[in-house]
């Protein structure tokens, strides 16, 4: 989100600003843009024309503004793979990785340049690089590292070998796809795999016997304070960090973040749509028109059942949370729920109309069904 009424699309286009209240789409002039990120009031992004990452102002993003003439060009970064950026003591970062290898860049917006600070290696190809709290988290196939953005100070592995129930994670080959620093008053981190998610210590070590088990393979994961995003092909999974609980799903299918928050999704079914999230008390970012429109809200969190009572429905069988539960499940009782009914660990929810109908093919050709039964 550029500002609450525009929007900054990277698409195979080129750039592409959208006004949310004319609903005009003004191009940019860049070539078919690969990435594009925000933080705080800058913009980083790189296309087919440079091939290599651009930062620029938000201020200096207009309709027929051209963004070359304002923007700091990496040169050193071409045919980078990811990118991040962040700040950490009034110095503005960015980071790129290009398989194993790791650059960490200073610029320098007001110079209009950039200077090269230092490189880091992996132990395997990187599949995610966060800037955090003045800390550099790189993460790769069952692990994840914390390096130092100034001095030398030693990585720390964030997945210790001395750990014997994290074992598990080293010899599976799990995707990382997420990593939170968690606000706890002590220095606590969430790792986040594609099959679950651990809590550990700084030392790498578990700091919680509870994991997050998802219901479906997540393709992406998003944190937004205190809340985790995981996007599946079938819903949107909502956990709330610290508590460890498991909030409810979002019967969005295909959904892809478009920002670091969560905020802003596309849908990838049918004719191209966005999304916008928020959290529930808080004030909207976006202003959109709303003429002709309908608006849908999900509350998140409140007193409320784990499944809501469906009138033409009866509940055959419940994977996952109960009402006795401390809000977790193990891994342990997710597998055996897993090799009982596939890979789709949701409540069985069957029509009562079809009961006698379908009584010989029972439990067969049930849709999942998500939670609040909406």
């Given at each position: ?9 990277g ?7 959208f ?12 070539k ?130 001395d750990d014997?129930?994290?074992g ?31 809590y ?60 670091r ?62 009402e ?51």
């Open positions: 989100m550029l500002d609450p009424s525009h929007i900054l699309l698409t195979e286009d080129g750039l592409l600003m006004d949310c209240l004319e609903e005009g789409v003004h191009k940019m002039g860049e078919k843009v690969t990435h594009l990120e925000r933080w705080e009031n800058m913009i980083v992004y790189m296309g087919q024309k440079h091939k290599c990452p651009c930062v620029i102002h938000t201020s200096l993003i207009a309709p027929k503004q051209d963004l070359d003439a304002g923007s700091v060009k990496v040169a050193d970064a071409r045919s980078c793979h990811l990118i991040t950026m962040g700040t950490a003591s009034n110095i503005l970062y960015l980071c790129t990785t290009n398989r194993k290898k790791v650059s960490l860049f200073e610029i320098q917006i007001k110079k209009m340049n950039y200077s090269k600070l230092k490189e880091f290696s992996a132990p395997h190809n990187i599949q995610l690089v966060r800037l955090l709290s003045g800390h550099l988290y790189v993460g790769y196939v069952s692990g994840v590292m914390k390096f130092g953005l100034q001095g030398d100070v030693m990585p720390l592995k964030l997945v210790s070998g014997l129930t994290l598990f994670i080293r010899v599976n080959d799990l995707n990382c796809l997420g990593c939170v620093e968690l606000n706890s008053g002590k220095k606590e981190y969430l790792l986040c795999f594609h099959m679950l998610a651990v550990v210590d700084e030392s790498g070590k578990r700091s919680r016997k509870e994991e997050l088990i998802w219901h479906s393979t997540p393709y992406d994961i998003v944190y937004s304070d205190p809340y985790l995003l995981i996007f599946t092909e079938c819903c949107v999974e909502i956990y709330h960090v610290p508590s460890a609980h498991w909030m409810q799903n979002v019967p969005i299918r295909k959904a892809r973040s478009l920002n928050m969560g905020s802003l999704i596309q849908l990838s079914e049918g004719a191209f749509s966005l999304v916008y999230l928020r959290k529930h008390g808080t004030e909207d970012e976006l202003h959109m028109k709303r003429v002709g429109r309908s608006r849908a809200t999900t509350k998140i969190g409140g007193n409320r059942p784990l499944i809501s009572g469906p009138i033409d429905f009866r509940h055959e069988q419940h994977i996952g949370l109960d006795h539960s401390t809000g977790m499940v193990t891994s342990h009782s997710m597998q055996a729920g897993l090799n009982q009914t596939g890979s789709d660990a949701y409540p069985v929810l069957k029509s009562t109309q079809s009961i006698h109908t379908n009584m010989s093919t029972h439990g067969s050709g049930s849709e999942p069904a998500s939670e609040g039964g909406h």
